[in-house]
């Protein structure tokens, strides 16, 4: 079975651009969340979606937003680039909301740059 | 609020020789407890999990790690290490509430190998 992809792999942004990263989780997962990894701040949960709805939200501001795909893909999306926003981004899913099958499977990642 | 610490920013093992690797935790409930380790420009691949049981569980790569739950820990060990264990690991208590979860991670543990 395949893994969590992520797409595109890396990304080079100017400040106030916007971008979008692209997530398909493991076949069968309906649980998708995301996680921002910095050097300063370590890793930290952006948001979550199952089936389509967000149903936990970190502490990020509003430029920070997602949604998820009838299929389960799931993006994310960052509007107005800070500089500070370079970092990389992951990926999780899992397979459902059932606390005993609560395994998180990351994906390689998102390395994005903002110059 | 749950946290994580990890105490040891970097920690220099030789081949051959054992590993421990701490990790404390706060968490109002049963925690659920996990171990990933990251390889440069990679993402997270689980070494191990706690949910409830024995206390001591066994991972991948002959890992193994034990919850103690007086002292709020789940530290890391493998009794011999390998060249190739060099890389990032990171403990991680999950917080599920309802459906909605999240993983909040420790700073991460940097392990270094010599020959």
């Known amino acids: 079975k395949a893994g969590v992809t992520q797409t595109p792999r890396y990304l080079i942004k100017t400040r106030g651009q916007q971008v979008t990263l692209s997530c398909s989780p493991i076949?069968?997962?309906?649980?998708v969340s995301w996680y921002q990894q910095t050097p300063g701040q370590g890793l930290q949960f952006l948001f979550e979606?199952?089936?389509?709805?967000?149903?936990n939200k970190g502490n990020f501001p509003g430029r920070f937003s997602g949604r998820q795909f009838s299929n389960s893909r799931s993006e994310m999306n960052v509007s107005t680039l800070e500089l500070g926003d370079s970092a990389l981004y992951l990926c999780a899913s899992r397979a459902s909301g059932n606390h005993n099958t609560d395994t998180q499977y990351f994906g390689p990642g998102t390395r994005l740059t903002v110059l | 609020a749950q946290s994580v610490t990890q105490p040891d920013i970097h920690i220099t093992v030789s081949e051959g020789a054992s590993l421990e690797l701490r990790c404390n935790y706060s968490y109002g409930a049963t925690p659920y407890l996990f171990w990933y380790v990251q390889s440069p420009g990679q993402g997270l691949q689980l070494l191990l999990k706690y949910f409830s049981g024995d206390t001591l569980v066994q991972g991948i790569k002959g890992f193994e790690a034990e919850f103690k739950r007086s002292q709020s820990s789940f530290n890391l060990r493998k009794p011999s290490v390998h060249w190739s264990d060099a890389a990032e690991y990171f403990c991680a208590v999950g917080d599920y509430t309802g459906t909605a979860s999240k993983l909040t991670f420790g700073t991460g543990t940097r392990l270094q190998v010599t020959l």
């Open positions: 076949s069968g997962h309906r649980s």
């Open positions: 979606y199952f089936s389509e709805t967000q149903r």
